[in-house]
């Protein structure tokens, strides 16, 4: 599926929801198995319960730190209705791995306006290759509900090359001790989702 | 040496420790924050944070005149806030070399204007570097300290959110080994700027550009890329990794110094090619400039000046495709940002709504107090301006209307400059009313300490500013404390604050949810009884997140309110709005 030199990952989520963890990962990971690596985030007011993307491209040589608009091969969402919104980024012929969570914006919550249904049918409608990955059940059965980032990116790795072991040595470079045995767990059951 | 994925932050921050900075001083701001939050890894270097970006700089100049290397860092607008020290200590020149690195922010992610640093650095006539990734975020930096001193004057490095907040592969370098000697030197002549000795320096920094410019013809920070075709891109920052990105084949010049400009070489490049393109992020600077040179370019008249730049952007500005088209999907409902739920601040702005006050707002996460449905601010200029924006305001209408003025400020934005305006309401007699909003951290940039914290950076134990003190030395009488998550007490005490025919200042005081230090008590959230909720939707015009309307028809008139339970903080507000005891905690 990846036709061009630099690969671009588009991860879309609500602010807050604690994304910085996966993306470091996911950039080391990819930075050890000897790519060119940028990575691109907001915070401050942006991430006050917003919604946000973040950027990751790897390749041999990368550029821009943002993702051409429309090159995105991948698309990471932690959140259904953040994903929905940047379906036009990504390539027809690319890949949707999501968390299949909902979280209300203001205007749904004050009951102004519906949540749309059935995200995950309307995102096979453009892209072939979508995954929803039952996220905060995993990460239950993980141990821990806070591992939901991590069951993702499991999942997320079932669409990128990098061997199973650079994962799990990223992990044990950037997560705490005390919580690696429970995101080992969690990185595993995403791994296991395959579609 | 060692490969890591490093931001721009986490680069600056190391550049320092590799420069042997000894003293770093800054006030949070995105998306400049983490480069003082990454310093503190670095022991030898002492980093603080200071109430405003003012003082921050003024330290470090002390630091630089006993002979230290001195870094501060600050976002674009804590320039203007800085501006007096840095135009005056340009003439004096460094002891120790001093960088100010001010981090930009096009687009506004996190800003209320996208004003350009470059334009400081020629304003106030001291050096600029502008680096493109974060290497160079490490390697300009570095470069920064030594030709602060080789040129005698403070160097400001420019980053942007795309840099800051980027991370790209780093190789690190060898830290200097010895830290320069420091000390007492008198240099009365150098550093008093009495008209008599200013005179005297103005002609020296005027000739030190000019040198500077010339010298900088020849390094390698200032690189042209051979390629091919009859365009040539003049372009510097994270600007060039669009134009790299879009023109892959074009010869480019990349600057690595934009102030002053290596105008030789630009010359000697634009004579080359049949077109120039400068490729720059916000303001014409480089275009200009280089206009006024006496060369043609293609500029602004087709890169965009407003927002950031991106690939596509800049596809379409060169006519290189067409603008990307949305996918036809229905219209979503928008996700703006919104206060965490618990946050001390929705109950205060909830009262002001009701009780109808006109409110001069300030800078920090309160700045969402103006989105509906809490629709309760109505001006927000600055850091501090609420304070004095209220006095004004209060001068030109009617005693009616004079009561309903109320400057809303932070804690730490009080601290920053809302003092000042403090002590003016006191002195003249205004009839405006103050609120701080006390949350106990600096908010909206990630909970960063300060003086009325009682915790410094690094995490010790330091004295804690007493806010109602303070308030009453500068002349307040009426100074009220609240606890905001008290619905009532609040809208009361802002009630009688506002009827006061003096100057009156509320403290609104609980920490913030996401704070660090204080350990907060943890309450069990709440739920909603649906047999009790009547659907009267009283909870739901406090906007919060954890809060949600279960519409029981088609179109959404009736229907029930329901608590989620992984959001709810159990911070009782809504449960207060609830005239049917619908609202009850969890317990299991």
């Given amino acids: ?195 | 040496m060692q490969k890591t994925v490093l931001s721009g932050n986490e680069a600056f921050a190391r550049a320092a420790f590799e420069a042997g900075v000894m003293v770093a001083s800054a006030y949070p701001g995105t998306p400049s924050t983490e480069i003082l939050e990454n310093i503190i890894q670095y022991d030898r270097i002492d980093a603080s944070w200071a109430p405003n970006e003012k003082v921050s700089v003024e330290v470090a100049i002390g630091a630089s005149m006993g002979g230290a290397r001195a870094l501060v860092t600050m976002k674009h607008v804590g320039v203007n806030v800085a501006a007096d020290p840095l135009f005056t200590f340009a003439y004096t020149g460094v002891r120790g070399g001093f960088v100010l690195v001010a981090a930009d922010d096009p687009e506004m992610h996190s800003s209320q204007n996208e004003q350009d640093s470059r334009n400081y650095a020629k304003f106030a006539k001291v050096p600029m570097l502008e680096p493109a990734d974060s290497q160079e975020a490490l390697d300009f930096t570095r470069l920064a300290f030594d030709l602060s001193e080789k040129f005698d004057a403070p160097v400001m490095v420019r980053s942007t959110t795309r840099l800051s907040h980027s991370k790209s592969v780093v190789t690190l370098g060898e830290p200097l080994a010895e830290l320069p000697q420091t000390g007492l030197k008198r240099d009365p002549a150098k550093f008093v700027m009495l008209p008599g000795n200013a005179r005297v320096r103005h002609p020296v920094i005027e000739k030190s550009l000019e040198e500077l410019a010339e010298w900088a013809c020849d390094q390698p920070f200032n690189r042209i890329e051979e390629g091919t075709g009859e365009v040539g891109i003049i372009t510097a920052g994270v600007a060039y990794q669009y134009a790299r990105e879009v023109f892959p084949e074009a010869s480019i010049l990349k600057l690595g110094l934009v102030n002053p400009l290596p105008k030789r070489l630009i010359r000697e490049f634009a004579a080359r090619y049949k077109t120039v393109y400068v490729i720059e992020e916000l303001d014409p600077f480089i275009e200009e400039q280089v206009r006024a040179m006496g060369i043609s370019v293609v500029g602004k008249e087709k890169v965009p000046l407003c927002g950031e730049l991106s690939p596509g952007r800049l596809r379409q500005a060169f006519d290189l495709e067409e603008a990307h088209a949305p996918l036809a999907t229905e219209s979503l409902p928008p996700r703006p940002p919104n206060m965490c739920p618990g946050c001390p601040h929705r109950g205060v702005f909830y009262a002001l709504n009701r009780l109808k006050a006109f409110v001069t707002g300030d800078i920090g996460c309160y700045t969402l107090g103006f989105m509906p449905p809490l629709s309760a601010m109505d001006s927000c200029i600055c850091m501090g301006a609420s304070v004095g924006n209220a006095t004004g305001l209060a001068k030109v209408i009617g005693d009616e209307e004079q009561h309903k003025v109320v400057g809303v400020i932070g804690d730490s934005t009080f601290l920053h400059t809302g003092i000042n305006g403090l002590i003016d309401m006191v002195y003249n007699k205004s009839k405006a009313t103050l609120i701080i909003l006390d949350n106990g951290t600096t908010g909206m940039t990630g909970r960063q300490d300060h003086p009325g914290t009682g915790y410094t950076l690094k995490g010790n134990e330091a004295f804690r500013v007493d806010l109602e003190g303070l308030c009453r030395a500068v002349g307040v009488e009426h100074v009220t404390t609240v606890d905001p998550y008290q619905m009532e007490e609040t809208r009361l005490a802002i009630e009688s604050a506002m009827k006061t025919p003096e100057v009156a200042v509320v403290i609104t005081r609980r920490p913030c949810v996401l704070i660090k230090h204080d350990v907060l008590e943890k309450k069990a959230p709440l739920y909603v009884d649906v047999d009790k909720c009547t659907g009267c939707k009283a909870c739901l015009k406090i906007g919060c997140p954890a809060i949600e309307w279960q519409p029981a028809d088609g179109d959404g008139a009736r229907g029930v309110a329901k608590v989620d339970r992984l959001l709810c903080t159990g911070c009782g507000i809504c449960e207060q709005l609830c005239k049917f005891e619908a609202f009850g905690v969890c317990n299991d």
């Fill in chain 1, 1 to 195: 599926m990846i036709d061009n030199k630099v690969t671009n990952i588009l991860m879309a989520g609500v602010g807050g929801q604690g994304t910085l963890l996966a993306s470091e990962i996911l950039s080391e990971v990819l930075m050890q198995a000897g790519h060119d690596v940028k990575k691109a985030e907001v915070h401050g007011m942006a991430q006050r319960g917003g919604s946000v993307v973040s950027h990751v491209r790897f390749g041999p040589k990368v550029y821009s730190p943002t993702i051409p608009e429309g090159k995105a091969d991948i698309l990471f969402g932690f959140e259904l209705l953040e994903t929905y919104r940047y379906l036009s980024l990504v390539k027809p012929n690319g890949a949707v791995v999501v968390n299949n969570l909902r979280i209300a914006p203001p205007s749904v919550a004050l009951g102004q306006s519906r949540y749309p249904d059935d995200i995950a049918t309307k995102l096979r409608q453009h892209v072939s290759d979508v995954r929803v990955v039952d996220g905060l059940q995993l990460a239950e059965q993980a141990g821990n509900p806070r591992t939901v980032n991590t069951v993702l990116l499991g999942a997320l790795s079932n669409v990128l090359e990098a061997a199973n072991e650079q994962w799990l040595a990223a992990m044990r470079k950037l997560v705490p001790a005390r919580f690696l045995d429970v995101n080992l767990r969690a990185f595993e059951l995403g791994r296991a989702v395959k579609d």
